[in-house]
């Protein structure tokens, strides 16, 4: 009796215990581990990758990047991620903006946060790609990176990190301060060879004008392999975007209609066609010439097939305001920005109309738009100082 009673004693309290113990696994929160981000060099790293056999992830952030913040808090926390990326990574986080992320930054033309980086064990960059995501996404992102048929080879880039750049590199990235263009033309001016690594980066991150353009184009190919399709493709359009810069300055449609041109060879999505329409009504407002800028514009609105853009139409309209003297294409933009208060009446578009219809001398109605825009900007809480000043100058040439 003594022995039974004992043994039911004992099982009851190991039902007791294995209760509590279940209990207290139910009741406690579900901790996440994270990725175990290695802090020695990248020389320690690369050590570190070959003695494991694994590969080195970077993520190269800065503190103001929103979406590297939200990695950092979503994504490396999750531990499907996590498991995945202790099991086949050196995992790195490097600021591109101080201490050893600067080298990593210049060497391998980091512009866009995040940038994941995947190299082999013996340091050799392998895969590349840009910005935040889900754990989902990047975890398939990094599995797909880690396929040999995804990886390159990139003739252009050695394992060092140090690199003999002018001193005007490093100042940049710390201070963000562009050299001068003297400064990158006199640097590349004595280069023998533009397919340096150190001269490649120089001339990603600064080069501009007509020899650089020529290296690129007649080079192109060779480049891409020495240094990678993204590189290429993104110096391409820096380069474009420069060229429509500069033939608007001179006023140059030979100049634009080249860099368009080129732009249109290198590009082969459905956002080209809308590109291309962007750079030639930039050039046509920038340069004032509103016989055009009238026409694309009556082109878009003609279309079914284009939504109705009241933020670009009020924009041209008040450029037209502010830079315009024409008569006809003035009262073109007034009654361009009476359709758009009609559609959509908000103090700034009812400004500009005012603003037009005081510069084209209907006084009377330009009182009475002004009075309203001063009426919806007060209901927004927006500050109609300008529209003020605007209705004391109507009413004062009406008085006169």
Not at 128 to 140: C, H, I, K, N, Q
Not at 199 to 207: A, L
Not at 284 to 309: G, H, N
Not at 368 to 390: V, Y
């Amino acid at each position: 009796m003594k022995t039974f009673a004992l043994r039911k004693i004992m099982n009851t309290a190991a039902v007791l215990l294995l209760s509590m113990l279940a209990l207290q696994s139910c009741s406690k929160p579900h901790t996440r581990h994270g990725v175990d981000f290695f802090t020695g060099t990248w020389e320690e790293a690369v050590e570190k990758a070959r003695s494991s056999g694994k590969h080195i992830y970077i993520d190269a952030y800065t503190k103001w990047c929103g979406p590297c913040k939200e990695m950092e808090r979503d994504v490396y926390t999750e531990s499907a991620v996590a498991d995945y990326m202790n099991r086949h990574f050196v995992c790195m986080k490097l600021d591109a903006e101080e201490g050893e992320g600067l080298r990593m930054a210049m060497k391998y033309r980091v512009r866009v946060f995040p940038t994941h980086l995947i190299f082999n064990s013996d340091g050799d960059l392998r895969f590349r790609a840009t910005s935040g995501m889900p754990a989902e996404r990047f975890l398939d992102l990094l599995k797909s990176g880690m396929k040999p048929e995804n990886q390159v080879s990139l003739k252009g880039i050695s394992r060092s990190w140090d690199l003999d750049y002018p001193d005007f590199c490093r100042g940049y990235l710390e201070t963000h301060m562009r050299p001068s263009s003297e400064q990158v033309s006199a640097y590349l001016a004595a280069q023998p060879d533009w397919f340096d690594e150190a001269t490649w980066s120089v001339i990603f991150w600064f080069g501009r004008g007509d020899s650089v353009i020529r290296f690129v184009r007649q080079n192109r190919e060779k480049l891409a392999g020495y240094f990678g399709e993204d590189d290429v493709a993104e110096i391409i359009q820096m380069l474009i975007s420069d060229e429509i810069h500069r033939s608007i300055q001179e006023k140059n449609p030979a100049r634009r209609d080249s860099a368009i041109a080129w732009f249109e060879r290198e590009s082969d999505d459905h956002f080209t066609e809308w590109h291309v329409w962007n750079y030639r009504y930039d050039y046509a407002v920038q340069t004032q010439d509103w016989d055009e800028v009238i026409r694309m514009l009556q082109a878009q609105m003609d279309d079914p097939r284009q939504s109705f853009s009241e933020g670009t139409y009020n924009n041209v309209a008040w450029k037209m305001y502010r830079e315009c003297d024409s008569p006809k294409h003035l009262a073109w933009a007034a009654d361009l920005m009476k359709k758009v208060t009609d559609q959509k009446p908000v103090w700034e578009f009812v400004d500009t109309y005012a603003a037009l219809l005081f510069k084209t001398g209907k006084l009377k109605e330009a009182e009475k738009q002004a009075l309203r825009a001063i009426e919806l900007g007060s209901r927004a809480g927006a500050n109609i100082d300008s529209t003020r000043a605007l209705l004391t100058r109507i009413r004062e040439k009406m008085r006169n």
